[in-house]
Structure formats: structure tokens, C-alpha cells
């Protein structure tokens, strides 16, 4: 079983949805949380870090920790064509773990 | 990703040759991290480093793979005897501090690998 599992798509939605990405994992001992976004052929770009339990917003972007369930979630509201990218979780307890990555393309 | 800067940008090497990726991270950071990302994969840590300083390279292969961080200069991922089985894109990220100091990473744009 990977540490890090996260559904890699890929998700298609229309324009203005709201796009919701999620990953679980199994280490109970990660303290901090991150989504990055990669456009193809560029690296990955910080979007939402925190290391609470709970929501944390950021214009179009609200990221959710459970740690009981060991659940994060991206939720980007009002998607926008420019949000087509791949969406990576990363959570850490020292070095970061990365789940596969999920494509999403949001339709115009 | 401004700041991390990697180069070159691409990189074809035939079996047998060795490959020298380098990295020089965002002004200010002394914490330098590499990743390998195969496609359909995610980002898998290979090594962090500290200037002049291995941390943990608990992900790097044992043989072939090696990595520096000098005093002055970019951070070198140096693989000996490329293999096909090498060919990837790697990631370097820079941060200022640790993660555990609640300092995120930053990453450049990558150094996509061939091996003919």
C-alpha cells in the first residue's frame, strides 16, 4: 500500500463547476499538508500548505485536513480553463510524500 | 516557480554516458531537495541536502546516483553510466528551512532526461 493515495483521473468538468480533489493516506505521523499544481512540462507550484485539522481558504481555493481519517481534500470553486493541470497532494512528517497526481481539464 | 532555477532544461545522454543536472535554489535558501517523477507518477524523494552537507538520501539509488551541494555553486545530481531505465524528469526544490520549521519547498521546472 503507497502512503499517499490519491485518485489520478483523469476529471473533466464544465466551466464555473467546482472541482473537488482528495488524496487518504496511511502515515499517521504527517504534521503538514500541501496541494501543488503542475502545468504540463513545468514543475510543481505551491497553491495551499497548512498542518491543522480543518479548513483553510484562499480566493478560489479551500484545502481540508481530517486527520481522524486520515483525509485531505482541494476544493476550487468557480473553476476557470486555466485551472486544467495536474493537482498533487504532499504531506510530510520530514521528507515529502507525494500522491500520483490528478489531471483535470475544465471545459469551456 | 521563480527563483529555483535548473538547467539545462533538457538532456540526452545515450547508455553509458554520464548525466549532470544542476540546481541553484531561490535566494536566501540553503535547504535543497531532488525528486525523480516518472510519467503516470508521482514525485519521489531522492535526496536533501544541506550546503556542503547530505541530510537524508535515503531515496537515491546506491549505485550510480550521487549528489553535492557546495559551499559556492549550484547543487549537481550526478548519475554515472546512464541506463534507459533513467530516463525521467527531475525535480529540485529549494526552501529556506525545514518543513518541520513550517517552511514550505519550492520547486523548479525540471530537468527532463533521455537516455537513447
Known amino acids: 500500500q503507497k502512503e499517499v493515495e490519491q485518485d489520478p483521473g483523469p476529471l473533466s468538468v464544465p466551466e464555473g463547476a467546482i472541482v473537488s480533489l482528495n488524496c487518504t493516506y496511511s502515515n499517521s505521523a504527517f504534521q503538514y499538508f500541501m496541494w501543488y499544481r503542475q502545468y504540463s512540462r513545468k514543475g510543481p507550484e505551491l497553491l495551499m500548505y497548512t498542518y491543522s485539522s480543518g479548513n483553510k481558504e484562499d480566493g478560489r481555493f479551500t484545502a481540508q485536513v481530517d486527520k481522524s481519517s486520515k483525509y485531505i481534500s482541494l476544493f476550487i470553486r468557480d473553476s476557470q480553463p486555466s485551472d486544467s493541470a495536474t493537482y498533487l497532494c504532499a504531506m510530510s512528517a520530514g521528507e515529502l510524500s507525494f500522491g500520483a497526481g490528478t489531471t483535470v481539464t475544465v471545459r469551456a | 516557480n521563480a527563483g529555483v532555477m535548473q538547467n539545462p532544461r533538457h538532456l540526452v545522454r545515450r547508455r553509458g554516458q554520464e548525466a549532470r543536472l544542476r540546481c541553484s535554489p531561490m535566494k536566501g535558501h540553503s535547504h535543497v531537495y531532488w525528486y525523480r517523477q516518472l510519467p503516470e507518477e508521482g514525485l519521489k524523494f531522492m535526496v536533501y541536502l544541506q550546503k556542503e552537507n547530505i541530510i537524508d538520501e535515503s531515496g537515491m539509488p546506491k549505485e550510480r546516483f550521487s549528489a553535492e551541494f557546495p559551499k559556492e555553486g549550484p547543487s549537481i545530481l550526478r548519475i554515472q553510466q546512464v541506463v534507459r531505465g533513467d530516463s525521467a524528469a527531475y525535480f529540485c526544490?529549494?526552501?529556506?528551512?525545514?518543513?518541520?520549521?513550517?517552511?514550505?519547498?519550492?520547486f523548479g521546472d525540471g530537468t527532463r532526461l533521455s537516455i537513447l
Open positions: 526544490a529549494s526552501s529556506p528551512g525545514t518543513v518541520l520549521s513550517n517552511q514550505p519547498q519550492h
